[in-house]
């Protein structure tokens, strides 16, 4: 009686009325089930894309060589996609070949795991030819067929195997993790972004510790960017999903020092706390980059509560660092916090009377801070005012 789920019964109906077949899909079914939250509903039809179109008013083509249409219905959005199978993937991107069938069950025979090949129809009967229910119950990951030939069909999915180890808490069959053991390498041919969104889901799983383990154990960690090149970071599982996030987001960073780090973050599904203290590691990783050393500034800028992942950061990527170092930076600070100043924004107005309120307070403190933190100026008012006095105009803006 999820309301969701009411609208895409009614959904079906209408794709029933006109002739064809619909199944809810995939996910969906499997997180019903389940009884976890269900997120998007994913449709299988008997329909071609330009059929979907004319039983629904609202039709966006989002993939329609792939068979898939996105349908608004009843303010919903649903993914449709045409009964099919798919042949060769020789670029690991994309099958080579997409065929439409007729019936549910090949479409289901493509699908990676038992518990995803399952579907609905409108009257909540489960197809379930690959013991996905059972599988459910007993809580096993479970290639439909061969598991060796399914990933060397498509290598994703060795991944997409350890990230629903870790959501569910679920057991990696062993066929399943022979041939990931067997076939890890072929995890490089994947585009690294697809591998990073399933390594996200990874460590924001509950069970996300073992997941990392195997990883680890499979050796998986070889063909994973960032991973591969430190080979420290196989080795140690953090001790916090923190670190190996942190050393991705960093990894990105490197590879385009464009990239709006928080929005990236932000698109990662964690909860706020893990967005908000990874994203300290990873600028506190790059300060310490800049010169290889633990600066003032860095550790001011670190929150304290995050100094012990930050050292096991370093360490995990090979840099030979104690604790010590830090609380010892730590501890020689000349100040806590910019309140802490000795001349403030306050003092800063009152120096410069006849320049008018602007960004420039907020810079000028800013660097007045800096300059506090690395020591180059001391914490007494009359130094930095004079500091200041010199300025002259203010700083810019
Ligand atoms: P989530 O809840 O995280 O979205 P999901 O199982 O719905 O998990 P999707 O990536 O949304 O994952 O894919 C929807 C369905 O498509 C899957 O349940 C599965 O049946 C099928 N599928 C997705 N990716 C693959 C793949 N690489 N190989 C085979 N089948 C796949
Ligand atoms: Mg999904």
Same mark, same amino acid.
């Given at each position: 009686?999820?309301?969701?789920?009411?609208?895409?019964?009614?959904?079906?109906?209408?794709?029933?009325?006109?002739?064809?077949?619909?199944?809810?899909?995939?996910?969906?079914?499997?997180?019903? /089930?389940?009884?976890?939250?269900?997120?998007?509903?994913?449709? $299988?039809?008997? !329909? %071609?894309?330009?059929?979907?179109?004319?039983?629904?008013?609202?039709?966006?083509?989002?993939?329609?060589?792939?068979?898939?249409?996105?349908?608004? +219905?009843?303010? *919903?959005?649903?993914? /449709?996609?045409?009964?099919?199978?798919?042949?060769?993937?020789?670029?690991?991107?994309?099958?080579?070949?997409?065929?439409?069938?007729?019936?549910? *069950?090949?479409?289901?025979?493509?699908?990676?795991?038992?518990?995803?090949?399952?579907?609905?129809?409108?009257?909540?009967?489960?197809?379930?030819?690959?013991?996905?229910?059972?599988?459910? !119950?007993?809580?096993?990951?479970?290639?439909?067929?061969?598991? =060796?030939?399914?990933?060397?069909?498509?290598?994703?999915?060795?991944?997409?195997?350890?990230?629903?180890?870790?959501?569910?808490?679920?057991?990696?069959?062993?066929?399943?993790?022979?041939?990931?053991?067997?076939?890890?390498?072929?995890?490089?041919?994947?585009? %690294?972004?697809?591998? !990073?969104?399933?390594?996200?889901?990874?460590?924001?799983? /509950?069970? +996300?510790?073992?997941? @990392?383990?195997?990883?680890?154990?499979?050796?998986?960690?070889?063909?994973?960017?960032?991973?591969?090149?430190?080979?420290?970071?196989?080795?140690?599982?953090?001790?916090?999903?923190?670190?190996?996030?942190?050393?991705?987001?960093?990894? +990105?960073?490197?590879?385009?020092?464009?990239?709006?780090? @928080?929005?990236?973050?932000?698109?990662?599904?964690?909860?706020?706390? /893990?967005?908000?203290?990874?994203?300290?590691? $990873?600028? $506190?990783?790059?300060?310490?980059?800049?010169?290889?050393?633990? %600066?003032?500034?860095?550790?001011?800028?670190?929150?304290?509560?995050?100094?012990?992942?930050?050292?096991?950061?370093?360490?995990?990527?090979?840099?030979?660092?104690?604790? =010590?170092? @830090?609380?010892?930076?730590?501890?020689?600070?000349?100040?806590?916090?910019?309140?802490?100043?000795?001349?403030?924004?306050?003092?800063?107005?009152?120096?410069?009377?006849?320049?008018? #309120?602007?960004?420039?307070?907020?810079?000028?403190?800013? #660097?007045?801070?800096?300059?506090?933190?690395?020591? =180059?100026?001391?914490?007494?008012?009359?130094?930095? #005012?004079?500091?200041?006095?010199?300025?002259?105009?203010?700083?810019?803006?």
């Amino acid at each position: 009686n999820d309301p969701l789920f009411q609208t895409s019964f009614s959904l079906l109906t209408q794709l029933h009325r006109k002739g064809f077949e619909g199944h809810i899909v995939g996910g969906a079914v499997r997180d019903l /089930v389940l009884g976890r939250p269900v997120g998007d509903i994913d449709i $299988a039809t008997s !329909a %071609t894309p330009d059929q979907v179109n004319q039983v629904f008013d609202q039709v966006i083509p989002i993939g329609v060589e792939h068979g898939t249409v996105l349908v608004r +219905y009843q303010s *919903q959005s649903f993914e /449709v996609t045409t009964y099919r199978t798919e042949q060769g993937y020789t670029d690991f991107r994309h099958p080579d070949q997409v065929s439409f069938v007729q019936s549910i *069950q090949d479409d289901l025979s493509r699908r990676d795991f038992t518990i995803n090949a399952m579907a609905m129809d409108a009257n909540e009967k489960i197809i379930d030819p690959y013991g996905g229910k059972d599988d459910l !119950a007993n809580g096993r990951i479970r290639a439909v067929g061969d598991a =060796q030939t399914r990933f060397s069909e498509d290598p994703l999915r060795m991944m997409r195997a350890l990230r629903f180890a870790s959501q569910l808490q679920f057991e990696v069959e062993s066929e399943v993790r022979t041939a990931i053991e067997d076939q890890a390498a072929k995890l490089g041919h994947i585009a %690294t972004e697809r591998v !990073a969104i399933e390594f996200a889901k990874l460590t924001a799983g /509950v069970n +996300y510790k073992e997941g @990392l383990q195997l990883c680890s154990q499979l050796g998986v960690f070889s063909h994973l960017p960032i991973f591969s090149k430190y080979h420290h970071l196989q080795k140690v599982v953090p001790a916090d999903r923190l670190e190996g996030f942190a050393v991705l987001i960093t990894y +990105y960073y490197e590879q385009d020092n464009n990239i709006d780090i @928080l929005q990236w973050v932000k698109s990662w599904k964690q909860s706020n706390k /893990v967005k908000r203290d990874s994203f300290s590691l $990873a600028q $506190a990783l790059r300060e310490f980059r800049k010169k290889d050393e633990v %600066t003032h500034w860095l550790v001011y800028q670190l929150p304290e509560h995050l100094l012990i992942s930050f050292v096991q950061l370093l360490r995990a990527l090979g840099y030979r660092i104690e604790e =010590q170092c @830090l609380t010892n930076v730590a501890a020689k600070l000349p100040i806590q916090s910019r309140n802490d100043l000795a001349f403030g924004a306050k003092d800063l107005i009152q120096l410069f009377p006849q320049k008018p #309120k602007g960004p420039w307070i907020k810079s000028g403190v800013e #660097k007045i801070e800096y300059a506090v933190v690395n020591k =180059q100026l001391p914490n007494k008012y009359e130094q930095i #005012k004079e500091w200041v006095d010199q300025w002259n105009p203010p700083v810019n803006n």
